[in-house]
């Protein structure tokens, strides 16, 4: 199986930033896609970032303070947030699609959340 292991979230003010970071872990044998998600509370969960190895795709809400990368020999990817809002707070949930086997079914996998609270 694969794990997905976020860490970063917390509580800041408005205009700061954090680096969330998610790290695969398993019986991988290669990922396609990964990315960030949100939920927000009352509220459906969100796409906030993915990257695939093609134009990444951002939220419009998120585009120009946010920046998704991923360092693919560690199976990690990073979400750096910068001049949050208010409305940025939200669970934020990493996803992967990942490939267990060459040649073989893709399968999707979430992170169990980490809290993100942008408040003064």
């Known amino acids: 199986q694969v794990q997905l292991v976020e860490s970063g979230g917390g509580l800041v003010q408005p205009g700061g930033s954090l680096r969330l970071s998610c790290a695969a872990s398993?019986?991988?044998?290669?990922?396609?896609?990964m990315g960030w998600y949100r939920q927000a509370p009352g509220k459906q969960r969100e796409l906030v970032a993915v990257?695939?190895?093609?134009?990444?795709t951002y939220a419009d809400s998120v585009k120009g303070r946010f920046t998704i990368s991923r360092d693919n020999a560690k199976n990690t990817v990073y979400l750096q947030m910068n001049s949050l809002k208010p409305e940025d707070t939200a669970v934020y949930y990493c996803?992967?699609?990942?490939?267990?086997?060459?040649?073989?079914?893709?399968?999707?996998?979430w992170g169990q959340g980490t809290q993100v609270t942008v408040s003064s």
């Open positions: 398993g019986s991988i044998f290669s990922i396609d896609v």
């Open positions: 996803y992967a699609v990942v490939a267990l086997v060459a040649g073989q079914a893709k399968y999707q996998y």
């Open positions: 990257t695939s190895g093609r134009p990444t």
